[in-house]
Every structure is written in C-alpha cells, then in structure tokens.
C-alpha cells in the first residue's frame, strides 16, 4: 500500500508593509483570492535593517526572501525619492539575478517601482484621494507584444478607488494627442524597461491644462515585476478588478516554475502573520485567582469579584420619566458617576436604527475597584474606594505591566476571569462589567506615537471603573432592570429591591406611576430651558479664524506631497468660570461659604449642563462622567465599535455632515448635498481604515460592509454613515480566544478622528496642533460587559474638565479659583477642502457644546 503524500503547504506571499491604513486589507484580499497564507514586514524591520553582527544584509534578506512564492510591496505615505518611506523596497528592486522573485506593487510600491527604473515620480495637479475611476486596460487583444506578462488579460471593464497625490511619470504628457492611442501602450524612450498597462485620463478642465494622463498599471519588461497604482482592496474596487490579482499570481507562479524556483518551507522567517495574535494568548498563564481561592495580601484585587452571579428585578419605566429623573431619584450625591444615556431614544423624528435604545447608570463607584493607566507607565493602578477598602483611604496598588505585555494584555486578563456565561433570562446589553473612558493620547501610545514633551500631569489615560451596580433603562420596552453581580452565597440582593423602591417611590416617579387605560400618564421631565448670558467671572477663548485656515492649508500641503490622504484637524476652545463641582465634601462647603459672601450666582453644575446638552442635543451615544479626576459631558452621535458575546463586532464611522436649516429640512436634500465626490471620498478613506483595523484581528474573508455612504438624520444635522462588521475567529483552544477588546486596542484612537493613514497623520496632526492634548475628545467611552459584550463611543460634541486643572480667579484672586472647561471640534481635511469651509464646518460644530455655558441650570 502506497503511503500518502503529506499535504503541500499553501504558498506564502511576503507583504512590505510601508506603514498604510489600508495594508490589512490587502493581505486579506491576498489570502481570499488566491488561497496563500501572507506574512508581514515592515518596511524599517530592524531585523533586517538594524541586526546585530553577521551575516551581512544582503544575506539575510536573501534567506527571508527564499521562503515565498513571491512579494507585495504596498502603499503608504510620502515619496520613493525619500529612502526612509520605502525602506525594504528599493532592495527589492536591486536583487541580483540569482535572487529575483516576482513582486507586485500598489500606489507607493508601484511609484517605487517605476521611479527604481528610468521614471520619476510628481505631484498629480489635484490630488485623488477616495476618488472611484474607472481603469482603462487593453484586454491583450490590443497588442502586439510577445513577451505575456499582461496581467489585465481577460479582465472586463472596472472601476477602481485612488488614494495617490503622487503619479509614476513616464513622458507621458510629451506624447502629442494622434499618437497617443498607440504610443500609451509602448514603453517610451527615457523608460524602455517599464511597459504600461493600465491609466486613467483625468479631465482637469482647461484652467487646469486639460486631461492628465495617469499611469494605473505597468510591468517590467524583463523582470516578474508588476505594479498597480489604483487599490485593488478598496471597498469600491468594483469585484471585476480582483481578476487582475488573480492573473499577477498566476503569472507569478508560472515564472517561478518555468526557472525551478521552489520556496523553502523549512527554517525560521522573520515576518509575521497577518493577523495579531490575541491578547489572551500573549498572557504567561492563568494570573487571577480562581473562584474560592485566596489572593495574596499584596495582591489583595486578584479574587476579588470573581465568580460572581447575576440578579436583577425588573419594573416598568413610567412614560415621561427620563434618564436624568432616574439618576435624580437615585440621588446626586455621589462625587463620581458614569452616565451612557441613549438620549434621542423618544426623537419620534429618527428612524430606530439611529435612535439608541439602552442608557446605562452605573451606582457604587466610590466603592468599586477602579483600574487607571497613564500613558508611558509601566504599571497600572488599581484602586479600591474607602467602603471597600480596609481603610479610610481605601486601598490602591501600583501593578507591574511586564507579565502582561501592555495595559490591554492586564485588562483582558482580569476582565476574562471574571466573565460570566450570558444569561438567557438576562434582557440587559450590561450586567456589569468595566465601564470607563479612554483619552486620545492612549490611542496614539498604542501606534507608537509619544509626546515630546512632559506632559505636566500624570492623569489617567485609561480609566476604567468595575461595575457591580447598575441600572439599565430599555427604551423600546419600556422597561428598567435593576441590577447587580454578587457572590453566589447571597441569595437576597437587598440593594436591589432597596433601589426599586427608591425609584417606584421617589416623587418623579409618583407624578406618573399611576394606571390609565392606556398606560402611564405623560408628564415633561425637564422643565423648559431658559436662556442667559454666561454668569459673571466666565471667559472663553475660542481658536483664532486665521491660524486655522492656516493648518488648513498646512494639511492641503502635506496631503499634496503625499504625506497623508485625509487629516482630521481639530482645535479647541477653552472656557474657565468659578468652580461648581468639587472633588470633595471640604471644598464644596467652602466653595458654597464664599458664594453666599458674594452677589455672584452660582454657575450651573456640571449635571446641569448635561441635562441642557442632552435637550439640545440628543444623541444616541450621550455620557455624563466624573471619574478619575474628569468630568465628561458628551452628546456624541457616533458609534464607534459594539461586540457581542458571539465575536460579532460593528462599526460605524461618521464623515459628511450638513446641518439642518430652511434650506436643508428633508432626507432627500441632504442626500442630494452629501452623494458629492467630497463628502463621498471623506468617509470611504475612514471606511477602509476601519476595515483595516478589523481585518488585522478578523482575518480575511470576516469583515463585510452592509451599508455603504447611508445618510441618517438626526436633531439637528444630516450625517452620512457607513456600517463595518466582523467576526472573531473561533479559537483552537480558550487560551487563543479573541475578544472585543482585541479589536479596540488595535482600532485606537477613532480613525474618524485621525485620518488615513493613520500612524503618519497623527505625527503631522500632533506638529500642527501644536502639543495641546485632546485628552477625552477624540477618545472613546463605553463599556465591557462580563458576558464579553461591549460598545463603546466616539468623544465628540462633547465638553470636559479635569480637577487638577484650575486658575486664578479674575483679578488674580487666589480666594476663589476657576475650574477649565474645553470643547474640542474639527474636520476632516482633504485636497477638495477650503480653508474657509473647514473652519465654518468646526464653528459650527462647537456651537452646539458651547451654547449650554449660556443655559441656566
């Protein structure tokens, strides 16, 4: 009996990552398509390029390379005239003959390509980010060439997205218009060994020189080398282009096999998967006590919670009672809250799949445990509130980083042993869990971006509170669940009922909580919002017009020269007023002695102003927080990731905004205003960003676009949106599984407030704006629940403050100091923006947080 033969492994293709947003993308399309597994290096690899002794580069790069069927060097920012942006590529290019193998560059990769080879590359008259055009190709009917290699062969006609400032030039405008039909397809004089296969003819109009003819595709005359400036991953790259990928490998595999190039399978490679492997798996070992097992005393959190149960009561929501009138029946006396509150929940105006239907009110915080993570820290702190604690003071600990990698690798580890199987009878998206904000700064940590400077503060980055406490309101149901996780030994959850009847028997309840034949009474829960002037002792400053347009044009630049394809500037205003809330029961009475020795009236609390932004502003994602030392009013209208216990992740990112007004009232206008190619391109650049940041956890063939440029309508604006989901692999074993917080933690910060590509935009974006943290804007809050479920928004249209930020009163008067308030706001910026356009457009949008410092309380 003849043995089998074992299984031939899947070819590999080797993926030069220039540091692009979209690169996930691609080698997710890579392994689809041709079924090969993809392994990726960057561009700057120190293994490569930085090693420490012999043998020397070549060598090494050599050995790596005889591991794969072929290469793909792909896009990125900046210039191949700049060394530092290609890297690994321009060696790719020089391979002696014994050492070539066949390679495919996209957008960078291929003006790297022509440029390594007779061409050069310059700027195109007007960029063509997120712009869909249809690529011009000879089928191989068209010539005469013997030599194959036409990777369009037998491919119909397609459109395709660009996302290049920068063009491979070949002579191309030199040729005169009656030649031209022929002469595209020829290589020309100054590049013999380029041979053109794909363009695009842009008319620029005749102020702009007509059409520019705009090289799309080229092959090297003699060498397996083939390039493609379109992006052949883009979400609408229509599917008729995938083809041509198709034909590029096949052409590949037939080049290697007609010369006896066979890929080595054996020994070590220095690329990795295309996939990050999840945080559980990086963890040492199990690091949380199990169920019943005592934690050490310096490690006195490691048990604590964990085998937990979860209890619950139901009751009805009266109509007319809202979130604020639960909070306010829970009583306003705790110092810190966290409030997420689906406040346009009853807009009878929007359609149900952009109203929010759960707010969340989590109680208990000043006894829960709460973890807090500066940035740069290589620990995280763990503290526990004084009614907990075994102190006055409550405890707190400082817990080394090193075991778990990074502060995610620590939350996931603690989070995972507490996770509680879902209960069916369970009606609520949280039975507690991590709730909590995370800052910017973490976000830009997490793709290796640091600040320059002393940040001046050692506020937390990651704040992030245990909560075993909670009320969730339904809002389609009309249902409220009181509940909370407690050990399994307690049969009676006595705060549970105690709540219930605080609510069932508070006055805002009462007014309403009586039967009628259909149903509840209505009665208004917040009372009509009176207007006034700011109160006395009140400054804001708000961004200079000028400097603005400015970076506005700054951005045009660097988008011109290749540097970035989309850039979300912002800036922020700044307001200081007497202080209304403070951190502690002493400061508050004497905050309250000085007034009453004054004729200043007190400046509304900060609950007060999120009770005039969720009125004028509802939002399906609004939040009140004063955790951690901040305090977060927000009306955000963005999700930013939601996940479920299945491994089902959603993200919906937000670009292209009009605001209502007499002209703009109808779905139909603002449609009609927003399907421009603009506003179009702005969020397709930030929906393959985020389809980027999905794949790199998903993996190929998970990750779908159900809804494509939607516009949606809100209070008061028009916003086009687009909706990208996941799935999480299946682990092989529990220690492998991925969670929703892999996809955050390789998702941060928001793409939508970043721009494409991201690791490079955010360096120009941290140079322009000068240093100025954006803190809790630009961040994200949300929760994770111990089930495994989690959602969490982008921080926009939002005001915030920090205790530890405070002035000198007007005057300089030390007696009464001023807390600082700061609303961020922006755009993003593209090569169709203007600079009077985006400052308008950041005007506008921090109108809306602004206009409360006028509201009474």
Same mark, same amino acid.
């Given at each position: 009996m003849t043995a089998r033969r074992p299984p031939r492994p899947r070819p590999r293709i080797l993926f030069l990552d220039a540091y692009d947003s979209f690169s996930n993308n691609i080698t997710a399309l890579l392994t689809a398509l041709l079924d090969v597994d993809v392994f990726v290096l960057p561009i700057d690899s120190p293994s490569l390029l930085c090693p420490?002794?012999?043998?020397?580069?070549?060598?090494?790069?050599?050995?790596?390379?005889?591991? *794969?069927?072929?290469?793909?060097?792909?896009?990125?920012?900046?210039?191949?005239?700049?060394?530092?942006?290609?890297?690994?590529?321009?060696?790719?290019?020089?391979?002696?003959? =014994?050492?070539?193998?066949?390679?495919l560059g996209i957008c960078l990769g291929f003006q790297s390509l022509v440029a390594s080879f007779g061409g050069r590359v310059r700027r195109l008259r007007r960029g063509l980010h997120g712009m869909v055009r249809e690529i011009g190709h000879r089928d191989g009917s068209e010539t005469d060439d013997d030599e194959g290699g036409d990777i369009f062969q037998g491919v119909g006609r397609f459109k395709a997205t660009l996302y290049h400032s920068l063009?491979?030039?070949?002579?191309?405008?030199?040729?005169?218009?009656?030649?031209?039909? !022929?002469?595209?397809?020829?290589?020309?004089?100054?590049?013999?060994?380029?041979?053109?296969?794909?363009?695009?003819? !842009?008319?620029?109009?005749?102020? =702009?020189?007509?059409? =520019?003819?705009?090289?799309?595709?080229?092959?090297?005359?003699?060498?397996p080398f083939w390039g493609l400036q379109y992006h052949p991953e883009s979400v609408c790259t229509e599917e008729e282009g995938n083809q041509v990928i198709v034909n590029w490998f096949r052409e590949a595999q037939q080049w290697n096999e007609a010369r006896g190039r066979v890929a080595a399978v054996d020994g070590d490679i220095l690329a990795r998967n295309a996939t990050k492997p999840s945080l559980l798996s990086q963890l040492p070992g199990m690091v949380a006590s199990a169920p019943g097992q005592t934690a050490s005393s310096d490690r006195w959190w490691e048990s604590m919670d964990v085998g937990n149960v979860y209890r619950s009561m139901t009751i009805p929501l009266p109509q007319g009672v809202q979130v604020p009138d639960i909070v306010e029946a829970m009583g306003c006396e705790e110092s810190e809250r966290i409030?997420?509150?689906?406040?346009?929940? %009853?807009?009878?105006?929007?359609? %149900?799949?952009?109203?929010?239907? *759960?707010?969340?009110?989590?109680?208990? +915080?000043?006894? %829960?445990?709460?973890?807090?993570?500066?940035?740069?820290?290589? *620990?995280?702190?763990?503290? +526990?509130?004084?009614?907990?604690?075994?102190?006055?003071?409550?405890?707190?600990?400082?817990?080394?980083?090193?075991?778990?990698?990074?502060?995610?690798?620590?939350? %996931?580890?603690?989070?995972?042993?507490?996770?509680?199987?879902?209960?069916?009878?369970?009606?609520?998206?949280?039975l507690g869990g991590f709730m909590g904000y995370i800052t910017y700064e973490q976000g830009l940590s997490d793709i290796g971006i640091f600040p320059d400077h002393d940040r001046q503060h050692h506020r937390p980055d990651v704040c992030l509170a245990w909560v075993?406490?909670?009320?969730?309101?339904?809002?389609?149901?009309?249902?409220?669940?009181?509940?909370?996780?407690?050990?399994?030994?307690?049969d009676v959850a006595l705060w549970i009922e105690k709540t219930a009847d605080k609510l069932i028997f508070s006055p805002n309840f009462q007014t309403v909580f009586h039967h009628h034949s259909d149903g509840f009474s209505p009665r208004k829960s917040t009372q009509p919002l009176k207007t006034r002037r700011p109160s006395r002792g009140t400054t804001t400053i708000t961004p200079m017009t000028k400097e603005y347009e400015t970076k506005v044009s700054i951005c045009q630049e660097f988008i011109a020269a290749g540097d970035s394809y989309e850039l979300c500037l912002t800036d922020q205003t700044k307001i200081t007023r007497p202080i209304s809330d403070h951190p502690n029961s002493a400061e508050r009475h004497l905050s309250r002695k000085r007034r009453r020795s004054s004729s200043l009236p007190a400046?509304?609390?900060?609950?007060?102003?999120?009770?005039?932004?969720?009125?004028?502003?509802?939002?399906?994602?609004?939040?009140?927080?004063?955790?951690?030392?901040?305090?977060?009013?927000?009306?955000?209208?963005?999700r930013f990731l939601q996940y479920d216990d299945t491994g089902r992740c959603s993200m919906k990112p937000m670009k292209g905004t009009v605001r209502k007004s007499e002209e703009v009232v109808t779905l139909a206008q603002a449609e009609k205003i927003l399907h421009i190619p603009k506003e179009e391109?702005?969020?397709?650049?930030?929906?393959? +960003?985020?389809?980027?940041? +999905?794949?790199?956890?998903?993996?190929?063939?998970?990750?779908?676009?159900?809804?494509?440029?939607?516009?949606?309508?809100?209070?008061?604006?028009?916003?086009?949106?687009?909706v990208v989901e996941g799935q999480l692999p299946a682990p092989e074993q529990k220690k492998e599984k991925y969670t929703g917080l892999d996809v955050l933690a390789a998702s941060l910060p928001p793409g939508s407030m970043t721009g494409a590509p991201k690791k490079r935009s955010c360096e120009i974006l941290q140079q322009l704006e000068r240093g100025q943290e954006r803190s809790l804007y630009s961040g994200v809050?949300? *929760?994770?629940?111990?089930?495994?479920?989690?959602?969490?928004?982008?921080?926009?249209?939002?005001?915030?403050?920090?205790?530890?930020?405070?002035?000198?009163?007007?005057?300089?008067? =030390?007696?009464e100091r001023q807390e600082v308030w700061r609303i961020g706001a922006g755009g993003a910026v593209t090569i169709l923006s203007t600079p009077e356009g985006e400052r308008e457009e950041m005007f506008t949008k921090l109108a809306g947080p602004l206009r409360v410092f006028a509201d009474s309380g």
């Open positions: 420490a002794g012999e043998p020397d580069f070549a060598e090494r790069l050599r050995r790596e390379l005889g591991h *794969y069927a072929a290469v793909v060097c792909g896009p990125g920012p900046g210039s191949p005239d700049n060394d530092a942006d290609v890297g690994l590529v321009k060696h790719i290019w020089r391979l002696c003959d =014994e050492d070539v193998l066949p390679v063009c491979g030039d070949i002579g191309q405008q030199d040729v005169p218009e009656a030649e031209w039909a !022929e002469a595209r397809w020829r290589p020309s004089p100054s590049c013999p060994d380029v041979v053109p296969l794909a363009w695009v003819e !842009e008319d620029r109009g005749d102020d =702009e020189g007509g059409v =520019e003819r705009i090289l799309m595709g080229v092959k090297h005359r003699t060498r409030i997420l509150d689906s406040a346009n929940a %009853a807009n009878a105006m929007a359609r %149900a799949d952009v109203r929010g239907r *759960y707010s969340i009110i989590a109680t208990g +915080l000043e006894s %829960a445990l709460r973890i807090e993570y500066h940035t740069g820290d290589d *620990y995280a702190t763990l503290k +526990l509130g004084s009614i907990r604690g075994e102190s006055a003071g409550g405890l707190s600990q400082q817990v080394p980083l090193a075991p778990y990698g990074t502060i995610w690798g620590f939350v %996931a580890s603690f989070h995972e042993a507490r996770q509680i199987e879902t209960t069916e009878s369970a009606q609520s998206p949280f075993t406490k909670s009320i969730t309101v339904d809002h389609v149901t009309k249902l409220i669940h009181i509940q909370q996780l407690l050990p399994q030994e307690l400046p509304p609390s900060s609950w007060s102003l999120f009770k005039s932004l969720r009125t004028r502003q509802p939002a399906p994602f609004a939040s009140y927080i004063r955790l951690g030392g901040a305090t977060l009013v927000s009306a955000s209208p963005e391109a702005e969020n397709l650049m930030i929906v393959d +960003l985020v389809r980027h940041d +999905l794949h790199s956890i998903c993996g190929a063939g998970n990750v779908t676009v159900p809804h494509l440029l939607v516009v949606e309508e809100y209070q008061s604006v028009f916003t086009m949106i687009t809050v949300g *929760y994770m629940c111990v089930t495994g479920r989690g959602d969490w928004s982008v921080t926009i249209r939002s005001l915030f403050r920090w205790d530890d930020e405070q002035v000198a009163g007007a005057g300089g008067d =030390e007696g």
